[in-house]
Antibody, heavy 121, light 111 residues
Framework: QVQLQESGPGLVKPSQTLSLTCTVSGASISGGGYYWSWVRQHPGKGLEWIGYIYYSGITYYNPSLRGRVSISVDTSKNQFSLNVSFVTAADTALYYC?????????????WGHGTRVTVSS | QSVLTQPPSVSGAPGQRVTISCTGSSSNIGAGSDVHWYQQLPGTAPKLLIH???NRPSGVPDRFSGSKSATSASLAIAGLQAEDEADYYCQSYDSSLGGVVFGGGTKLTVL
């Protein structure tokens, strides 16, 4: 059973960097065949794709966030991470990590429970 | 403004059939990209409901079905049950944006 668990601070100050980690169990990130994604959901709003990473380190980002977002992977810990720099209140959201297939228009079959991040001073 | 367009809400009585549309463009659904559907129950993470336009993962009741045509897709839910009350999202891949795109979501209310 594949499981993903997000972790990180729930409160970040404006202009600082938001850092989250997703720990994967039941599957090996280095096994290939999947991207590892971050998706966020603003309060009361829909889903927004942030980006994903392959185990080799290749990344793809949402153009609207490119420049402030970076995703990295640590295959030794079976984890991948998200950094969002220069955060504002607009980055307050529920952040999900997910496993995303390489094929078939990037379907995400397993999701974490999500972690809530608030940007406030 | 989402790249994929869904109605904000739909409703139906128990036992009825409802459909949720997802309209895209020539750079996503119209370009041949598959459409996937997710169900998000209140307070929970999205759950994959339909993948590859019309395929149900193991455990998803056959009351849920998906279809795709030209630049749009649809999710149909037959025999509505109270437990189906949730938000539903379509998702595809957009070649112009170079990434994943979601619909704005549709809130299903079971009357």
């Amino acid at each position: 059973q594949v499981q993903l668990q997000e972790s990180g601070p729930g409160l970040v100050k404006p202009s600082q960097t938001l850092s989250l980690t997703c720990t994967v169990s039941g599957a090996s990130i280095s096994g290939g065949g999947y991207y590892w994604s971050w998706v966020r959901q603003h309060p009361g709003k829909g889903l927004e794709w942030i980006g994903y990473i392959y185990y080799s380190g290749i990344t793809y980002y949402n153009p609207s966030l490119r420049g402030r977002v970076s995703i990295s992977v640590d295959t030794s810990k079976n984890q991948f991470s998200l950094n969002v720099s220069f955060v504002t209140a607009a980055d307050t959201a529920l952040y999900y990590c997910a496993r995303t297939s390489l094929r078939g228009a990037a379907v995400s079959d397993y999701w974490g429970h999500g972690t809530r991040v608030t940007v406030s001073s | 403004q989402s790249v994929l367009t869904q109605p904000p809400s739909v409703s139906g009585a128990p036992g009825q059939r409802v459909t949720i549309s997802c309209t895209g463009s020539s750079s996503n659904i119209g370009a041949g990209s598959d459409v996937h559907w997710y169900q998000q129950l209140p307070g929970t993470a999205p759950k994959l409901l339909i993948h590859g336009n019309s395929n149900r993962p193991s455990g998803v009741p056959d009351r849920f079905s998906g279809s795709k045509s030209a630049t749009s897709a649809s999710l149909a839910i037959a025999g509505l049950q109270a437990e189906d009350e949730a938000d539903y999202y379509c998702q595809s891949y957009d070649s112009s944006l170079g990434g994943v795109v979601f619909g704005g979501g549709t809130k299903l209310t079971v009357l």
